[in-house]
């Protein structure tokens, strides 16, 4: 059986028989985790282990892991700080900025790694603009190739530790305040002026072989009348064809507010897909996940299949192995000191 193109969440800390069932139709992929499904590391490693089991080939297991304001997984996870304070460091000293960005992005995946997920998504290569809030200090910079350039180095250290990387919110989230899981977003720019900016992480990243893309769901009013993750031209004309890239493009999560313009949630499922998303979330709400299978249940995209596969991660160290590790206690000291400096050690 194939991946399908549904990724969900569950209800708590332990599979549920509807779950089980749910997780075996053929339209799910991928499941999501969020700090409801975590209570233990041990906790942890048994769900993704009782998820794996289900399926051949295994579905993949994701989270938001980003550090600062999103990080799932707290207790027994290294605290990751907020992308912003790496960029603080690169007006400074931009070598030393990158080193920290790839320890960073090194860290996070190797530490996921061990109990079982198989990738985070991560990086944000969103600019900030100072206007949105939902944003703010996820981003790297307000400098599009320091973005860029910081990007570069932590999905290098991605790699490294076994995980694909998923640069988000395509074309940029970064302009507008309003925040897309509670309201109707719109970025009233040329398209000129996003592909002179907000583009330029994307395609530096796509050119070095980024695995992953989250376009969001902000409106482009001069440039199309359909959210980014519904909207042909950004995902085909832009992403597929300009940018030429291969990878998996995953939509934002279809339940918040801003994909409601799209219709009901197996409405934008639906309409995702045929723009060109080869993954689509749902990540709460066990009703509205059974009607998205149901729609979709003759939906086949080969192409999708394989870009997905390429998402599985890579060659976990075990919790006692990395604990174990040397470079893992120089990189939880070199973040403890990120995490703890006051501005002026920063400089």
């Known amino acids: 059986m194939s991946l399908g193109p549904v990724m969900v969440g569950l209800s708590g800390t332990q599979l549920t028989g509807e779950e089980k069932e749910m997780l075996n139709h053929p339209m799910v992929g991928a499941v999501i985790l969020f ?53 603080e460091i690169y007006d400074h000293d931009s070598k030393r900025a990158k080193r920290l960005a790839e320890t960073a992005g090194w860290l996070m995946a190797v530490e996921l790694r061990a109990v079982g997920v198989d990738f985070s998504f991560s990086p944000v290569l969103d600019l900030d603009y100072g206007v949105s809030e939902i944003i703010g200090d996820r981003s790297f910079h307000r400098q599009a190739h320091v973005v860029a350039d910081l990007a570069h180095s932590y999905i290098a250290g991605m790699q490294r530790a076994g995980m694909a990387a998923t640069g988000k919110h395509f074309p940029g989230h970064g302009f507008v305040e309003v925040d897309t899981h509670v309201g109707i977003a719109r970025d009233e720019r040329a398209f000129v002026d996003i592909e002179l900016d907000d583009l330029v992480p994307f395609e530096r990243l796509i050119l070095s072989g980024l695995a992953g893309v989250m376009p969001g769901h902000v409106i482009y009013p001069q440039v199309d009348a359909q959210p980014a993750a519904f909207s042909r031209f950004w995902l085909q004309q832009v992403l597929r064809k300009r940018l030429e890239f291969q990878g998996a493009i995953f939509s934002d ?63 976990p160290l075990t919790r006692d192995q990395l604990h174990n590790n040397p470079q893992w206690h120089q990189a939880v000291q070199a973040l403890d000191w990120l995490n703890q400096a006051k501005p002026v050690d920063l400089l």
């Not at 041990?42 to 980003?66: F, G, S, W």
């Not at 996940?289 to 299949?305: G, Q, V, Y």
Request: net charge positive.
């Open 35 to 87: 700090t409801r499904n975590y209570e233990s590391l041990r906790q942890l490693q048994d769900l993704i282990a009782d998820i794996h089991m289900l399926r051949n080939p295994q579905l993949l297991v994701c989270v938001d892991h980003e550090g600062g304001r999103v990080q799932r997984f707290r207790d027994g996870f290294t605290r990751l700080p907020p992308l912003r304070r790496i960029g």
């Open 253 to 315: 999560d279809l339940l918040m507010q801003g994909a409601s313009v799209m219709g009901s949630v197996s409405d934008r499922a639906e309409a995702a897909l045929e723009a060109g998303c080869d993954m689509v979330l749902v990540c709460d709400n066990i009703a509205e996940i059974c009607n998205t299978l149901e729609r979709l249940k003759r939906f086949d995209n080969p192409a999708s299949h394989l870009r997905l596969a390429r998402m599985h991660g890579r060659k």
